[in-house]
Every structure is written in structure tokens, then in C-alpha cells.
């Protein structure tokens, strides 16, 4: 998730932790700092933006390495407020506000390794857009009545947003296992039988989603579902745009450590291109067509062969307004294309 949500949680973790043991605002001061520790890793430069990329949401991001690194925290907490007497207390709330982080990551599609040093799996439910105002704002909001309020009365706030956040998430999950079967139907009904499917809300809300299927043909499809779409059909069917997938260049790299790490990182939801001379290889969980998040081109044309680069990431952005004003229309069932370039 985004900074400011994995603040908001980890101080509203620690206040609810630390009760009233301490001073609300040393609780969210000091669950704030733990809650945005883990991406501080985002500053590493592991040498190339594919490294950068699949080595975030790592080490950093391990229940057990932040297990470890608890008491040390919470004994800094605990000496910088002279609060030594409380330091069990605060390598509890210390270790809380640590490990929701990857938990709370976990929820989005990237791919959080949480499981180090035992296994490198990038988990990912992807139920949650990495920014979710509906997700951040009760704990904005009940952890500043908590920080505004003393006594039991604030801390009631601080872990009513706590629970209306976490039964947020419990929702999107729900809502992506409801679309789940829409999508699987729409693509029986379309004659697909596809490898896997990946469902994952649009930006900002759970109103709307996207889901990309791959097919045995080497082809992805695309479509998009709101919730909404039901008031205007009682058996909604979800629409989708074929895409090559380019499994030819795929066979040409094979062996590119690049090309290898792209497509583990991913689940197997990318796809591959050639332009002007080089090899590109694209993240298909992060974006829509034709925007995405992650595009990296890894190799070079050498007259029939491919010759390993460095690889260079590119970026393409949905234009703001057009996107915010296509995803207001979907959310109310509008069945409108999305933007195009």
C-alpha cells in the first residue's frame, strides 16, 4: 500500500497497542516511524530497474527478520520517550506495527515476500488498489479523534478505524471472489478455457474491477466489471479484448535471468514485445492496455540472435482526467471503453 496508509495503520496499531500506558501521540508518533520503516528498502539500488524492482517487498518485508528487529525498536522507543519500564509493551506494539505492513501489502497484487529467509514466494491477493481512499480514511480520521481526545473515549475512535478499515479488506476479498465467478462464466460462455485468471480492482476503489485471463494461444484478454453493472444486467457478462502475448520472443530469451525473474515475479502474467530493435517484457498485473506500471526492454537485436542490455523501464500513464472520468462512469454501470492513448 501506499506510505500514508502503511503510517496511518501502524500508528493506529501502536495507539490501540500502548492504550493508555503511554501518551497517545508518542504511541502514533512512534507506530508511524515502525509502519514506514519496511519501505525505506525502496531506496536500495540493486543495480538495474528489474532488480529494483523484484528485490522491493523483500528482506525488509520478512515476518521473521522484523520479528527480530522488534526489541531492538522498541527498545529505541522506550529510551528515546524514558519510557524503559514499558519496554515489553512497546515491543509489542513495536512488532504490530511492523509485520501489518507486509500484511497489509499482501493485500495488493505486487508481490510481498513475506515468508524470507524460508521462501522468497511473492505473495499477493490483489483484493486491494495500492491506494484506497476508503481503506485510509478511518484511520485518518479516528486516529486524529484519538490524538484530539484523551481518555477511553479516543481510544474507542482509534479502534473503531481499526475495524472499519480491516472490514474493508474483508470486503474487497469478497467482492474479488464475486467477480471471480462472473469472469470465470463470461469466459465459458466465450469459449475460453483459460491457464489463469487474475482479478484486481481499478485504481482507487473496489467499485470496478479488472480482470486478465491467459490462454493456451498465447494470447491475454482483458475486460473490466463494476458491481454496478448488475442493475443494468440481472446475469452480467464481462466482455473481453484479445492481446498477443508474444510467447515467440518469449522461446527466443528463454534462459534471461531478466526474462526468468519478470515472468516468477509476475505469477506468468506478462508479456513480450518486440520495438524498435529491442525486447520488452511487461508486467500485465499493474496497469491496463495499453497503460502499465512496469514495461522493462531487457534485450537487444544482434542480426538473428537477441544480446542480453541492462534493462531500461518505461512507464506509461493513464491520462488523469479522461481515467478519473472513465472510472466514474463504470462505477454506475457505464459500460464505456476505457481511455486509449
Known sequence: MDSLSQIALGAAVSVACMGRRTAVWKAALAGAV????????????????????????????????????????????????????????????????????????????YGTQLGLPFTDHPFGVGSVFIIDPLYTLPLLICTGVALARSGHAGLRWNTAGLVISTLYLGWSVLAQAHVRGIAEASLAQAGLKPE?????????????WRVVAITPDDAYHEGFHALADRLHQPQPVIRFQRHERGMALREALRGDW????????????????????????TDLRMGQEPFYTFDFAVARRDGATWAAQTPVHEMARIPLREGLQWLGRRMMGDTAPPPQP
Open 258 to 281: 531478466n526474462v526468468e525473474r519478470m515472468a516468477w515475479f509476475s505469477h506468468g502474467f506478462y508479456r513480450m514485445r518486440e520495438q524498435d530493435g529491442q525486447a520488452w517484457i
Open 34 to 109: 515502525a509502519g514506514t520503516l519496511p519501505d525505506l528498502d525502496s531506496f536500495i539500488n540493486h543495480g538495474d530497474p528489474v532488480r529494483n524492482m523484484t528485490f522491493h517487498r523483500a528482506e525488509s518485508h520478512a515476518l521473521f527478520w522484523q520479528t527480530l528487529a522488534s526489541p531492538l525498536l522498541a527498545w529505541a522507543v522506550a529510551w528515546v520517550f524514558k519510557e524503559r519500564g514499558q519496554w515489553r509493551a512497546w515491543w509489542l506494539a513495536m512488532w504490530l506495527a511492523l509485520i501489518t505492513h507486509p500484511l497489509l501489502d499482501t493485500m495488493t497484487v
Open 196 to 208: 489463469r485468471v487474475l482479478v484486481t480492482p481499478a485504481p482507487l476503489t473496489t467499485l470496478v
